[in-house]
């Protein structure tokens, strides 16, 4: 018996997150996997976002994409206004 139920009756086409911090266990990037989300999924990240290596059990799921940001203050790198004018 499976906990997570991401597809059902629904298509997902593509996932973008921007600065999520890790989400799951192991399990839970296996399950993630077998749905055919790894590679729709896109994380957008900077390099001194502390968020997206949080927490430190969790695993992240998908492809991370490393915008380039020289910003050294972790709450800056972190804003969704810096992402937002980073993808633009």
């Known amino acids: ?3 997570f139920n991401l ?4 298509t997902v086409n593509a ?3 921007f600065g999520v911090p890790k989400i799951g266990t192991s399990k839970f990037r296996d399950y993630y996997k077998s749905q055919g989300l790894w590679n729709k999924t896109t994380n957008y990240i900077t390099e001194n976002d502390f968020v997206v290596n949080l927490p430190l059990l969790y695993k992240s799921v998908g492809n991370n994409y490393l915008l380039e940001f020289e ?3 972790g ?3 972190h804003d969704l206004v810096s992402y937002d004018n980073l993808v633009k």
Do not use: A, C, D
Not at 7 to 10: A, D, Q
């Open 75 to 77: 709450l800056i790198s």
């Open 1 to 3: 018996m499976h906990i």
């Open 15 to 17: 996932v973008y997150t």
């Open 71 to 73: 910003e050294k203050n």
């Open 7 to 10: 597809n059902i009756n629904k």
